[in-house]
């Protein structure tokens, strides 16, 4: 038994704290989403110079050799400074698409182009009537000689304002709802037929109500088998639930750290109001949510790679104590702040709000609950 | 033991329906606080009940009230809410008003209470200050007396649409030497006067409606001051009991079960709607059984109160009111699912883009979420209301 990091994942770690300490300060990650394109591609070449968006991949394709650890180090530190950029989106699920299931021919083109910071990618799956099903699904990919048309309105695409390709689960057979019959392609933002309509969203990023309009697919699109995709999406999401778990637990910790430090020098009645017992025991519960979400976290994270079951339940075990957690955590950090945690002026609501968006990312508490309690 | 309404509340309450259904100001109709384009906007439904007598139904007979019984003002209450009218701003109407017909001389009251029912002269509340939340009564904001005025000097913040008003009733320190809560005095303040400011604070909703407001060398006449120097803590305490009543909001919450059950019917989850969900019905159902129990709770204090019983118990009423506004706000974003990340821009965010996707009850709904957190800290946080409650009521 042991939950101790190598040298070289605490060099990692340390790398990218103090890229987030000295580069990503509140002050400039507010510049950051007030600017037009709402991101820094400066810091994502940041990111490439550093070797994070070669983390998970391995050395023959340019990247780090990293596994879940590395991915959990790099997004919990991220989370700390609450980073906007599409990390996830392209390190995590494209970069997962393309691990498990990319052609030689994808993996040679589009993995050296993300390590290197050359591209970009959103993660295209929601849609309006699907609610947290990943196989409800009206986007339809119908073939039609050597490759595909693509058809139909994916929704809340987080990052693809500033995506240079969207991976995009279809319908290539079946009934709306069947778990067969479902396929994965990566798209180019520019195809013909691909038109986006970008917003701003309440957490500081940007996304895109995406329509596809008799876009024409290759076959060389098809990313891993064609109508037998759902596994896949699965386990590259249950990936993607471990990475923002990660994210949440460093949000968690500024939260934690702000709330007692404002707690010791508020001063009400005569007294620090962290003297208050109630406030005191608040505070511990806060601490113990975190505790156990760090725990969950390197749960997932260790189990990612188990059965199948395993791994599914391990996600929404996560999913879960992260959802309770940040909702505990995030409106407690506000609520002992007073009015000054309800400003945008402090970092406190913007982690707040940041922790329920992960909420409701790939599926909220009670998705996850209902997905556990089925498989146990 | 009864609740039912006698046949002459339900008169009266056919009444109430039949008015507000041929009276809801057009220009407001189906927009939320966060769309109104100015003062117009809020005062639209304010100058309608004005127009009918109806705008203060809480005040004596004498200063323009309704001469209600108090199941009347219920009833009236419910009906608004149940029409999702326009809320009457508090500031002048349900705060200074009180205290100034109870505690001001004749000529304040003059000057003051026409306008304050009219709606043409807009108040904001100058209480908090930045180091003085909880512990309102170690505010620091001066008032030092120079001739026939005070010279008034320090901050207040939290000011709900200071930015509209025309005036401000404050809270000051007239006395540095004597105990916290008898060194203070109760100011009337012109906003137009020479050295009053205002700043925006942008919540993180991305709303302006709180403020700073800044308050250099101000000279206010001393005929603006309310009863007597030193004794203004009287009447904010007396301020703070009326800011209470009615803050449990049963009936507008009433109104968001059922709007919440709407969008959870229109929601899909699978083919079927989220509101065939057990454990979202469950939430809901929790939800409206402790609604329920406030609102008898409600009925009860009420009851007591128009026996002349007054106490803590209001406290109840705050802290299980907003808990509940909150459950809704939480239970709504919940029940969108990802349309709850776009952001509705507000006028002054100036964005080139005003696209928000998704239905339209999801539209600002998780910023709704984010700005009910602040109904626990405002108005006497809900640790504050439980000190309340074991002090006054458990006698700990």
Known sequence: ?376 | MNVDFTPADQTFRKEVKSFIAENYPQSVRGKSRNEYGGKDDFLAWHKVLHKQGWIAPSWPKQYGGTGWSATQKYIFGEECALADTPMVLPFGIAMVGPVIYTFATEEQKKEHLPKILSGERWWCQGYSEPGSGSDLASLKTSAVRDGDHYIVNGQKTWTTLAQYADWIFCLVRTDTKAKQQEGISFLLIDMKSPGVSVRPIITMDGAHEVNEVFLDNVRVPVKNLIGKENEGWTYAKFLLGHERAGIAGVARSKRGVERLKKLAAAEQDGGKPLLADPMFTRNIAELQIDLLSLEFTELRTLANESKGGHGPEASILKIKGTDIQQRLTELTLEAIAYYGNPYRPFAHDKMTNEYVPGPDYSHGASQNYFLTRRTTIYGGSSEIQRNIIAKMVLGL
Not at chain 1, 114 to 134: C, D, M, S, T, W
Not at chain 1, 206 to 213: G, K, L
Not at chain 1, 310 to 321: F, G, I
Request: net charge neutral.
């Open chain 1, 1 to 376: 038994m042991d939950f101790s990091f190598t040298e070289e994942q605490t060099l990692l770690r340390n790398s990218v704290q103090k890229f987030v300490q000295n580069d990503y300060t509140f002050d400039n990650r507010r510049s950051i989403v007030k600017s037009d394109t709402g991101w820094s591609h400066k810091d994502w070449m940041k990111f490439a110079e550093l070797g994070l968006l070669g983390a998970p991949f391995s050395e023959d394709q340019g990247g780090l050799g990293g596994g879940p650890i590395e991915t959990m180090i790099i997004m919990e530190e991220f989370g700390r400074g609450i980073v906007i950029e599409p990390y996830l989106g392209t390190v995590v699920l494209a970069g997962g698409f393309l691990r498990h299931a990319g052609s030689k021919a994808q993996q040679e083109k589009f993995i050296p182009e993300i390590v290197e910071g050359k591209r970009v990618f959103a993660f295209a799956f929601a849609e309006p009537q699907g609610r947290y099903n990943l196989a409800d699904l009206n986007v339809t990919a119908k073939k039609s000689g050597a490759g595909y048309t693509l058809n139909g309105h994916k929704a809340v695409v987080i990052g693809a304002p500033w995506a240079d390709s969207l991976i995009v689960t279809a319908r290539t057979a079946g009934g709306q709802r069947d778990e067969k019959g479902i396929s994965v392609f990566v798209v180019d933002k520019k195809a013909k037929g691909v038109s986006c309509r970008d917003y701003p969203t309440v957490d500081g990023l940007r996304a895109s109500e995406v329509t596809f309009e008799n876009v024409s697919l290759g076959t060389d699109a098809l990313v891993g088998q064609a109508d037998n995709g759902l596994p896949l999406i699965e386990r590259v999401v249950d990936e993607g639930i471990a990475a923002l778990s990660a994210e949440a637990i460093g949000g968690m910790k500024v939260l934690n750290d702000a709330t007692v430090e404002y707690c010791k020098t508020r001063k009400q009645f005569g007294v620090p109001i962290g003297k208050f017992q109630v406030l005191q025991h608040r505070m511990v519960d806060m601490f113990m949510n975190y505790e156990q979400s760090v725990s969950i976290t390197y749960m997932v994270t260790l189990k990612l790679n188990e059965s199948e079951t395993e791994r599914k339940k391990a996600a929404s075990a996560a999913k879960v104590q992260i959802g309770k957690a940040g909702r505990f955590i995030g409106q407690n950090a506000v609520q002992l702040h007073g009015g000054m945690g309800m400003t945008d002026e402090l970092n406190v609501g913007h982690y707040f709000k940041r922790l329920t968006m992960i909420d409701t990312m790939f599926g909220n508490v009670d998705h996850h609950l209902k997905r556990y309690a089925s498989l146990d």
